[in-house]
């Protein structure tokens, strides 16, 4: 079982997607305030001028009930960010607050295209070559294409996970 579980979590870590669980021994009025002070609500243009001053919270987002749904603040729009949302639990002695990360329904959308498309060609052209192969390795540079759509959102995407991870842990510990 042991083994399972580290294939699972190798597997894992080439999607772009987290989750983790944060117990804390903060009230939920106090988680809540916390979140506060580093989350403004979301505006549909957000000008940031660029070596200006570094926004007031760092975060932007909604806080409703016990759920948050929330993303940094960077400049221009950079949809390889991840997503925060999180549900906030009482405990007997704190809180959990369990935490999902993923890429925004858009870039999702996209990606699968992408991959899909240069994917299913390359394979295609691979296996053209391997039937008769004076037709050349064009395969080579069509899954390149599906290796670098893919590390295009991973390595982004893992980057800033990270950092949000250990800020949100900060935060609310």
Known sequence: MNIMLKIVKFFRSFIPFESLTITTSLTYSEVLRRLDEVVTPPK?????????????????????????KINRII????????????DIHTQQFGCSIKIRMSLHKTVIGF??????????????????????????????????????????????FKIEAKAATKFLAILLT
Do not use: D, N
């Open 75 to 86: 400049i221009g729009r950079h949809l390889l960010f991840p997503i925060i949302q999180g």
């Open 111 to 156: 990606l699968i295209l992408w991959l899909w498309t240069t994917g299913s060609i390359g394979m295609f052209a691979l296996f053209a070559w391997l039937v008769e192969p004076s037709v050349g390795a064009i395969f080579l540079p069509i899954l390149g294409m599906f290796t670098f759509g893919w590390l295009l959102c991973l390595i982004p």
């Open 44 to 68: 549909v243009f957000r000008i940031i001028i660029p070596f200006g001053p570094p926004p007031a919270k760092p975060y932007e987002g909604t806080i409703y009930g016990k759920t948050f």
